[in-house]
């Protein structure tokens, strides 16, 4: 079946303003994580949704960064007044439930700010 | 912040010799994962060992856990010029299921 998709595939913006990146999860995958990747480094853990739960954001570098999910399907990455440090690969991934542990990766946005 | 640490940083070797990277780690886990990642985008999941595992094969992957020593290594045998891609440990907590923390990856590069 389909895997994880994400857009845009690219995202030029300049600095200050908002942008919103997408996920669709694999059909039927209860459990959705946003990671960023910085040039050169390891994914950073950003969010969390599981089903109906209340999502783990803890890993929200700020209050810029937000993120929603309708029911169990398509969520939206929303970043506010864009810096330059922003600039990164936002990866999404969705596994079949919070307990399987296997998590299946999206191709990621590459946002560049300007 | 990152979990795990691998090394080397960068790993360069001939085809049909063996790839060796190690991860180390900071904390109890419940499981440990290497995913694969081809030019920076998106990753593929390689192979899962539990807390409760030693040592797991998948094809020419062969993954060991040592949790004394909070470490693991991932071992490609017989390389091949496709398997050249960064590759990443990904730790799961206990206390905080379904989050993974990855460390900054091993870039291996095999030469034909």
Not at chain 1, 42 to 65: H, T, V
């Amino acid at each position: 079946g389909a895997g994880v998709s994400q857009s845009p595939s690219n995202k030029v913006t300049e600095k200050g303003k908002d942008v919103e990146l997408r996920c669709d999860p694999i059909s039927g995958h209860t459990a959705l994580y946003w990671y960023r990747q910085r040039l050169g480094q390891g994914l950073e853990f950003l969010i969390y949704f599981q089903g109906n739960s209340a999502p783990d954001k803890s890993g929200l570098p700020s209050d810029r960064f937000s993120a929603e999910r309708t029911g169990e399907s398509v969520s939206t990455l929303t970043i506010q007044r864009t810096q330059q440090e922003d600039s990164a690969v936002y990866l999404c991934a969705s596994s079949q439930t919070w307990t399987e542990e296997t998590q299946y990766f999206g191709p990621g946005t590459r946002l560049l700010v300007l | 912040s990152q979990q795990g640490e691998e090394d080397p940083q960068a790993l360069s070797i001939q085809e049909g010799e063996n790839a060796t990277m190690n991860c180390s780690y900071k904390t109890s886990i419940n499981n440990l994962q290497w995913y694969r990642q081809n030019s920076g985008r998106g990753l593929v999941h390689l192979i899962l060992i539990r807390s409760n595992e030693r040592e797991k094969h998948s094809g020419r992957l062969r993954v060991t856990l040592d949790t004394s020593k909070k470490s693991s290594s991932l071992l490609i045998t017989a390389s091949r010029a496709a398997d050249t891609a960064s590759y990443f440990c990904a730790t799961e907590r206990g206390s905080t299921l379904g989050r993974l923390y990855f460390g900054r990856g091993t870039q291996l590069t095999v030469w034909p």
